[in-house]
């Protein structure tokens, strides 16, 4: 499916970052398989599905829904989620539910108050299209008016346009792939097949969670700020483990703020999902299957209107791809406490939003460009952090330079590693990257970023990374941005991002003792 996915699609932001996600649903919506793509898309999948059949009741063959509203099983408004069942076609169980295949998307412009839609907002309906669960196909048949009206209230309808077809090319491209099992191995067979692989992970967490050493634990971290003068934004949380269950609490995290790090429900357990799994994967030394519940053994406790369970009409833009991190910090945290041998230092936190939109000189037609920039990842126990890469609830790509430039009116005047950024220990975190973006155009800048007041820590006396940093550089200086900010730059100007480094793990060796191993190094 991500395959059909990637080569069908017009946008670099999913052919080349592949900020995409795919999985397959059984028919009551529980997670059979997922693809190995972006973690907080697929923790955050199943309410999709879930909210798809609540609203529209029974999808019928041929029918795809589809949705985005952040408070009715999406993320933010750019992730658009396509649904679809599938039937068995033919036999006896002709027309029988098999399940569902859905497909998520990042979309480099859903409309609102800026090219990108990831503005500084206040209310969500600044912040693009928001899309309930609705039939875009019925019967085989697309709603064209639907279609028409998603593309009126869009920059770059063209672009839109072939990403909404390659997702649904995904689609089909899944259901056909289980129906040639079906065809092979037959229905029972296949459906006896989905509901063990269900059990076994649900069975894997479950082991998993006996191993964590029975205790309560506290941790705190913070968002740093809002965009509007709001912050530090404290995300706090109670991990208890008692007999192989585990109950997560983040009362005590800050209220919904005014600015758009508010994350929705569906991001926190997206989070909780991809840290338990990350956690029991280390300390059963295996893969636990993507599907499964993954949460049966899990108590979570979000409290309503706040900045880890935000409701309408709060602003969420940035609660997907910069909250979403804090909040995986933060259990990282506590499960530093109770792991200390198995947990890594803290990585880069941040997905360093950038946002650009404005006139094409070369088209003369709108364009919207969009991307999240690699960094640090925090060094571990048993060796250093990787560098300039996408980490935890990001799993996408760096925009190659040729294709940046090829869609863009951009010239990259600066690319690669900040040396030197991650921190020191025993084993060293990995370092961030510089990128020097040079516009071609006037454009509506918008950057969306973290970890810019203080760097990723170190666990076990390792050093923490360094922070970030955002520089506007024109008419011959340097101006330091926020972490969060929209500015109308010139033609010939350059946006730069420093991306932090990551934690480094254990006390630096001491270099005058020469049985001291050297292990600080990356590898690469």
């Not at 209310?123 to 593309?151: H, N, T």
């Not at 309408?312 to 990282?332: C, F, H, K, Y």
């Amino acid at each position: 499916m991500g395959a059909a996915l990637r080569r069908a699609s017009f946008s670099p932001n999913i052919k080349e970052r592949r900020d995409y996600s795919c999985a397959l649903f059984d028919p009551s919506g529980v997670p059979v398989a997922m693809g190995d793509h972006m973690p907080v898309h697929l923790g955050a999948m199943p309410r999709s599905v879930t909210a798809a059949l609540e609203t529209l009741g029974t999808l019928e063959p041929g029918d795809v829904a589809m949705v985005n509203d952040p408070f009715r099983g999406g993320t933010h408004l750019p992730d658009i989620t396509l649904v679809a069942p599938i039937h068995v076609g033919c036999g006896a169980t002709a027309g029988e539910l098999l399940g569902f295949v859905a497909s998520r998307a990042h979309h480099s412009d859903v409309g609102g108050m800026s090219p990108g839609s990831m503005p500084l907002a206040r209310e969500i309906v600044q912040e693009g299209l928001r899309i309930p669960p609705v039939r875009l196909w019925r019967r085989g048949e697309r709603d064209d008016d639907l279609f028409r009206l998603v593309l009126a209230n869009v920059r770059t309808p063209e672009e839109r346009a072939g990403d909404l077809d390659a997702q649904l090319a995904s689609l089909h491209a899944g259901r056909t792939r289980l129906l040639d099992i079906v065809e092979r191995r037959g229905v029972e067979t296949v459906r006896a097949a989905m509901r063990e692989l269900v059990a076994y992970a649900d069975r894997l967490m479950e082991a998993g969670l006996e191993r964590i050493p029975d205790g309560r634990w506290t941790a705190e971290d913070a968002v740093e700020d809002d965009g509007f003068g709001h912050g530090p934004l404290p995300i706090r949380v109670t991990l208890e483990v008692e007999g192989g269950r585990a109950r997560i609490d983040f009362t005590g995290s800050a209220p919904q703020t005014e600015g758009g790090v508010n994350a929705v429900a569906a991001i926190t357990e997206s989070a909780t999902r991809y840290v338990l799994r990350c956690v029991v994967e280390a300390l059963l030394g295996a893969a636990i299957p993507a599907g499964g519940g993954s949460l049966r053994a899990l108590e979570l406790i979000l409290p309503s209107g706040s900045i880890v369970n935000a409701e309408a009409p709060a602003s969420v833009a940035a609660g997907n791809v910069e909250t979403s991190q804090r909040i995986t910090d933060t259990l990282l945290r506590a499960f530093q406490q109770a792991l200390p041998d198995h947990l890594p230092a803290l990585s880069q936190g941040t997905m360093n939003n950038t946002t650009m939109g404005g006139i094409d000189p070369r088209s003369g037609a709108p364009f919207a460009y969009y991307e999240t920039v690699g960094g640090g990842m925090g060094a571990g126990p048993t060796g250093p952090g990787l560098s300039g890469v996408h980490s935890h609830m990001s799993n996408s790509l760096n925009t190659p330079i040729e294709a940046l430039e090829h869609a863009y009116p951009f010239a990259v005047a600066g690319y690669g590693l900040r040396r030197g950024s991650g921190g020191e220990g025993r084993h060293r975190g990995g370092d961030g990257l510089r990128r020097d973006l040079r516009l071609l155009t006037d454009a509506r800048v918008t950057l969306l970023t973290e970890r810019r007041l203080a760097g990723p820590a170190g666990f076990e006396g390792g050093a923490p990374g360094a922070p970030g940093r955002n520089l506007h550089i024109h008419d011959g200086r340097e101006d330091i941005l926020p972490g969060k900010v929209t500015f109308d730059a010139r033609a010939g100007d350059v946006v730069r991002i420093d991306s932090p480094g990551g934690g480094g793990w254990g006390p630096a060796p001491d270099p005058s003792d020469p049985a001291t191993p050297d292990s600080t190094s990356d590898p690469r």
